[in-house]
């Protein structure tokens, strides 16, 4: 359910204070302690789990349920024209904070959030390989 040390767990049960946004049985959102942009905000599930990958569907519903409304909020507050949500798995992903979280970044006409997209291509038969090896593990 949850775990002592860990930041956002504490968070949730009211022993670290947060800039609150919103909150339903599931979820929890609230600004980022360290934004990228004003009004960077976190959503949350109350329940601890560490990376996306080991939520159940139905917890990973619940969570997400709030996260248009939530994303609207910020950007409309904000006064911007949009937004970005990123989620972190695992410290390669730059996840710090090992408790499952969406971030949701307003952006601007010329802000300074930019992004690395070294955008490649795929040697023949290489994407249908990739493909087959995630279906695979669907199935
Ligand atoms: P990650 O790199 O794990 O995806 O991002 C973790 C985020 O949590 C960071 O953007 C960081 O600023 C934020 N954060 C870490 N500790 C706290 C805290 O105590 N309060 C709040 N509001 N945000 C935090
Ligand atoms: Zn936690």
Redesign the pocket.
Known sequence: MSDSDC?FCK?VAGE?P??KLYEDDSALA?????PVAEG?A?LIPKTHYVTLDEMPADAAADLLRSLPAVGGAVAEALGCEGFNV?Q?NGAVA????GHV?F?IIPRSVGDEFHFNWPAGAYEPGRMDEIAEAVRSRLA
């Open positions: 930041i968070i670290i947060c800039a609230f600004l980022d302690i360290g960077h976190l990123l972190n730059q996840q710090l904070v979280h971030h």
